[in-house]
């Protein structure tokens, strides 16, 4: 936590500003180790407050050594004391995580400057340490478990909400705080539906099943996607899993430092092209994983940011054809200096299930 504070005390030195105040829980969870619901940051150059209240002050002094932790009834109220007792001019808040009431609040009750700042913290965050890599590591175990668990119980006649209702469940009770995202099972026509959350709906024969899904585990999500045949698929079904097989291997393969997000895309991108298959693959390639699911840097058409060793994506290639069904495979990889290394590790080949 230490290490986080001093990147970030180095980043509001180069934006010029005497302190910064987090409400926004990923950041605040980063950059303190706090992880109940409410409560706010002031970091200064040389203090650090964790301002909550009754509820949370026993955790917080548990969780966050490097804290000073203010107990308060109204933080506001709290952060305008603080922020006049150490004599700070400039505060930095998060402008794409705070309600304009919220800055209202703000403005009332800090007497010093208030500057809007994007991304301070995100920046930081792009990089995963060794202990973050460790709980995504442990978040990804928990998926892929679920998943061998999952096709030992799919039968044919279940609904795709049955089929959640167990990832659910095993993972938990694999440890996971639960899902990161809700679940996405998408069988048959459905399957065409890049985000089918589970229905009613139940699975037949030659059905394609796409499961999508991720735990959370102490602050950290995994996303995994595989996609699984109930007895065997048609030629057509059968063409378009073996693309997006090929797709997702060549990227997972290729990708590695120094490579931009857009070049990443590109690798995918150009094999399901190549099939024709180019219209049916709609979304981008992958997206940055943390303590969020969805972070940067994402895998896209138009991403100019470079791979670098320690940051975490998905790569998620699909085809969706309506009226006939689609495919999508996803893993979780983390960039190394030489490539990089799976944190998902499920199997890939197609699974027909014959139940
Ligand atoms: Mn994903």
């Known amino acids: 936590m230490s290490k986080r504070l001093e990147k970030l005390r180095s980043a509001l030195e180069k934006q010029d500003v005497d302190a910064i105040f987090v409400e926004s829980e990923a950041n605040r969870r980063y950059l303190s180790g706090f992880s109940g619901t409410a409560g706010a940051l002031f970091i200064t150059k040389t203090e650090a407050y964790l301002v909550t209240d009754f509820r949370y002050v026993e955790q917080a002094k548990k969780q966050c050594p490097s804290f000073d932790i203010v107990e308060s009834l109204s933080r506001y109220d709290s952060i305008g004391e603080l922020a006049s007792k150490t004599g700070i001019k400039t505060v930095a808040f998060e402008k794409d995580h705070i309600t304009y009431t919220q800055y209202e609040w703000l403005k009332n009750h800090v007497k010093a400057e ?34 061998l668990h999952v096709t030992k119980q799919i039968k044919s006649g279940m609904t ?7 990832l659910e469940f095993f993972m938990r009770k694999q440890g996971a705080d639960g899902s990161s995202f809700d679940i996405i099972v998408a069988s048959g026509w459905r399957s065409a539906l890049p985000h089918g959350v589970a229905s009613e709906k139940k699975i037949e024969k030659g059905e394609l099943v796409t499961m999508d899904f991720g735990a959370y585990y102490q602050g950290y999500c995994s996303d995994i996607t595989r996609t699984v045949a109930i007895g065997e698929p048609s030629p057509q079904l059968k063409e378009i899993y073996d693309i997006v097989y090929d797709a997702q291997i060549q990227a997972v393969n290729t990708i590695g430092p120094n490579m931009t997000g857009k070049e990443a895309d590109e690798i995918a991108r150009q094999v399901i092209e190549e099939k024709g298959y180019g219209s049916y693959f709609g979304h981008s390639l992958g997206h940055g994983l943390g303590m969020e699911v969805h972070e940067r840097p994402r895998l896209s058409k138009n991403e100019k940011t470079v791979l670098q060793p320690g940051m975490v994506v998905t790569v998620e290639p699909g085809i969706y054809v309506p009226d006939v069904g689609g495919t999508r495979i996803e893993d979780d990889i983390v960039i190394t200096e030489n490539g990089n290394e799976r944190l998902t590790t499920s199997t890939k080949e197609l699974i027909i299930i014959e139940n």
Do not use: G, Q, T, Y
Request: proline share 2%; hydrophobic share 45%.
């Open 160 to 166: 795709e909400r049955e089929i959640r209702d167990e």
């Open 114 to 147: 208030l500057l809007p700042v994007s991304d301070i913290v995100e920046n930081i965050r792009l990089i995963k340490d060794e202990e973050e890599i460790r709980m995504l590591k442990k978040a990804a175990v928990i998926a892929d478990e679920a998943f």
